[in-house]
């Protein structure tokens, strides 16, 4: 058992005259005891998504123990992502629900299932959607990062019923991506838990779950963007922004930032982008405006809506000879279409996960750059709420307003009040 205190979204171990003032703060719930309920069924506040295209409904849930291999994990904050949106609105939502949604999220270890050695309580982890095992032959491969032993290699959208350790009014409850952040308390597999700088404040960090790597990644892993080089990214939610990010931390001397919402273009520019192009305004084909603009067209597109429509969009929007398009936005409702010429002409079309991060290596290093300020987060976000809100913030997104919204999840209500009065 140990005690911590959270400042600011940062976890911090209590000093002997914190440990003075618990007797009394504990009262207002200013701390709380770690390890108390380990092997014990934990009663926790969840977000629940019933069914699809419904409210989700802050409920009791009961969060088993921590099994083989296991983890269970106290959460402290979570972003809100378009791909929980996508499962809850558009998706291919057989046998998707009930499901407690959320994948970008931080917290601290409560316990540890039998077999697992290189976590303990109290470290400061951020769960991952998708797992690095180190032994498959894929984690073995340094060209991938498409781990085969985690949840997502028989399935698509959320844990099997057998693997999820969530129940709710005798329901099983599905684990979303294998996570399910909207909860107080969650169980992950270790394989897909990275540990990162206790430092960190984690309604930052948690940002690096899912969005933040995915779009920077997708830009300086997979597309390898090079200095000098030109770059268009379509789409400027989170993923976007986070892509524009990555050329400009490679170098890029031009960054066509492209939406329909020019909104999203004074955010864009912060992170880099130097031109920008709303397709409402043009009556010209995307394509056609950027060439163009680029003597031809980009070294350099990234898809970041989740439109085939657009997919193909950036990849005519690359040069002949060497132009690279990356898909970042995520669909499995339709195909796409292009012609064959034009990557006989020399373009090369590529789509990455997770900004082809290899999991457990890569979260804690973006954690390290973002402490070493060499990428940023703070811009990201616009929106903090209590987990109670989180309809609220599912509707900002929905309607295309601002970017991104941190939950906070944390369980005791005068610590999330505090913490919410920060930030305003
Ligand atoms: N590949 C992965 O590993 C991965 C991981 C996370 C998210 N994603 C996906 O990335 C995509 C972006 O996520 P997000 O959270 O940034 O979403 P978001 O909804 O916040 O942002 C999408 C942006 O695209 C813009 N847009 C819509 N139609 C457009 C068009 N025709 N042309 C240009 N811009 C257009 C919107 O105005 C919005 O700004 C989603 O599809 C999400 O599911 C993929
Ligand atoms: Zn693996
Ligand atoms: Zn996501």
Redesign the pocket.
């Given at each position: 058992m140990f005690d911590f205190k959270i400042e600011k979204g940062l976890v911090l171990p209590l000093s002997s005259s914190d440990l003075k003032s618990v007797k009394l703060s504990r009262q207002s719930c200013a701390t709380a005891t770690f390890g108390k309920d380990q092997g014990l069924v934990i009663k926790c506040k969840a977000a629940v998504a019933w069914e699809p295209n419904k409210p989700l409904v802050i409920e009791e849930i009961e969060v088993a123990p921590p099994q083989a291999n296991e983890i269970r994990i106290k959460m402290v904050a979570t972003g809100v992502?378009?791909?929980d949106l996508?499962h809850l609105f558009e998706g291919m939502h057989e046998g998707g629900f009930p499901v407690v949604l959320g994948h970008e999220g931080a917290g601290i270890v409560e316990s540890v299932g039998p077999g697992v050695t290189e976590y303990q309580t109290g470290d400061t982890v951020i769960p991952l959607f998708l797992s690095q095992c180190k032994e498959c032959r894929f984690c073995k491969n340094p060209k991938s990062n498409h781990c085969e032993k985690g949840w997502i290699a028989d399935r698509q959208g959320e844990m099997s019923p057998a693997e999820s350790r969530f129940t709710c009014k005798g329901k099983k409850l599905l684990q979303f991506v294998g996570t399910s952040t909207f909860s107080e308390y969650t169980v992950v597999n270790q394989m897909a838990v990275a540990k990162i700088d206790p430092a960190a404040p984690l309604d930052k960090v948690c940002l690096l779950g899912?969005?933040i790597c995915?779009g920077f990644g997708a830009a300086v892993n997979v597309a390898q963007v090079e200095p000098g080089s030109t770059c268009a990214v379509?789409?400027?939610?989170?993923?976007?922004l986070a892509a524009v990010m990555g050329c400009h931390f490679a170098g890029a001397k031009k960054i066509i930032a492209?939406?329909?919402?020019p909104e999203?273009f004074e955010m864009a520019k912060v992170f880099g982008a130097t031109d920008f192009v709303n397709?409402k305004d043009r009556s010209k084909p995307i394509s056609e405006v950027i060439a163009e603009m680029t003597n031809g067209g980009v070294d350099f597109s990234l898809e970041?809506?989740?439109?085939v429509g657009?997919m193909r969009s950036a990849l005519e929007s690359c040069v002949k000879g060497w132009g690279v398009s990356v898909i970042?936005?995520?669909t499995d409702l339709c195909d796409f279409a292009a012609r064959p010429i034009q990557l006989i002409a020399g373009r090369t079309w590529k789509g990455?996960?997770?900004g082809g991060f290899k999991s457990r290596d890569g979260v804690p290093q973006m954690v390290q750059s973002y402490m070493d300020k060499k990428v940023k987060l703070d811009e990201f976000i616009t929106h903090n709420m209590p987990l109670a809100q989180v309809n609220d913030a599912i509707e900002l997104?929905k309607n295309?307003k601002w970017y991104i919204y941190i939950l906070y999840v944390y369980i005791i209500e005068d610590l999330q009040t505090e913490l919410y009065k920060d930030k305003h």
């Open positions: 992502c378009h791909t996508y899912c969005g995915t379509f789409g400027l939610g989170a993923v976007g492209v939406d329909i919402n999203k397709p970041c809506v989740g439109s657009v970042v936005g995520w990455a996960l997770f997104m295309g």
